[in-house]
């Protein structure tokens, strides 16, 4: 199959490191803000989320923030693992009325060193 | 519960040529979209419904119909196949509250379909 995530922004971080990866987002109308992983050959996985009118919101070993002065959204994982190494998508999620919309950004390649 | 079931995985096809990418789910979601991706990118909104009978474009829809007969089943027509359409394509699905809303936690994706154009 198609490999995703050439010419993506790479994070390249050793085993134990904390991994910040980075997001800009355009709608400021945005419900919902969204981190998902994906690993190769494979669909998008749910990490966190957050609502719009939070800054802060903290998972297992993740912790999303949320700064909607400067359109910004960032993932934190705690104690970087193997298993962490995946490309990092951000998506924007808006509903009204009979519209929901989940619009995705580019992407992050997470490359965890052992 | 298998979730989101995407058919085929892989599929090679001639410019020109038509075809349906498969999506069902068995979680009895409202919601269900499309969408595409392409190397090195994000995904991409080609069409979504909300529920049965009921449908709207996303960002990329040109060149793809689609319909909602059933919760369960939302395919995915290319009409004319062209090389610019080679990409992966993923189907998903959510709950839908009772406001009419979904939530980032309740969206499940498929697997993926990789279609390639020649």
């Known amino acids: 199959g198609e490999s995703v995530g050439l010419h993506l922004p790479t994070l390249s971080v050793q085993e134990g490191d904390n991994s910040i990866i980075n997001c800009a987002y355009s709608?400021?109308?945005?419900?919902?803000f969204i981190w998902y992983k994906q690993e190769s050959g494979k669909g998008p996985q749910f990490i966190i989320d957050i609502r719009s009118n939070m800054d802060k919101r903290q998972g297992q070993r993740v912790t999303v923030l949320l700064n909607k002065t400067v359109k910004h959204l960032s993932l934190q994982i705690a104690a970087t693992q193997p298993g962490d190494s995946a490309v990092y998508f951000c998506?924007?999620?808006?509903?009204?009325?009979?519209?929901?919309?989940?619009?995705f950004g580019t992407g992050t390649l997470l490359a965890v060193q052992p | 519960n298998a979730g989101v079931t995407q058919t085929p995985k892989f599929q090679v096809l001639k410019t020109g040529q038509s075809m349906t990418l498969q999506c069902a789910q068995d979680?009895?979601?409202?919601?269900m979209s499309w969408y595409r991706q392409d190397p090195g990118m994000g995904l991409r909104l080609i069409h979504y419904s909300v529920g049965a009978g009921i449908t709207d474009q996303g960002e990329v829809p040109n060149g793809y119909n689609v319909s909602r007969s059933t919760t369960e089943d939302f395919p995915l027509r290319l009409l004319s196949a062209a090389p610019s359409q080679t990409s992966v394509y993923f189907c998903?699905?959510?709950?839908?509250?009772?406001?009419?809303?979904?939530?980032?936690?309740?969206?499940?994706f498929g697997e993926g379909s990789w279609l390639t154009v020649v």
């Open positions: 709608n400021s109308a945005s419900d919902y």
């Open positions: 998903a699905s959510s709950y839908t509250h009772l406001t009419g809303v979904i939530s980032g936690n309740t969206i499940y």
């Open positions: 979680m009895n979601h409202e919601y």
């Open positions: 998506a924007e999620l808006t509903y009204g009325g009979a519209t929901n919309k989940l619009i």
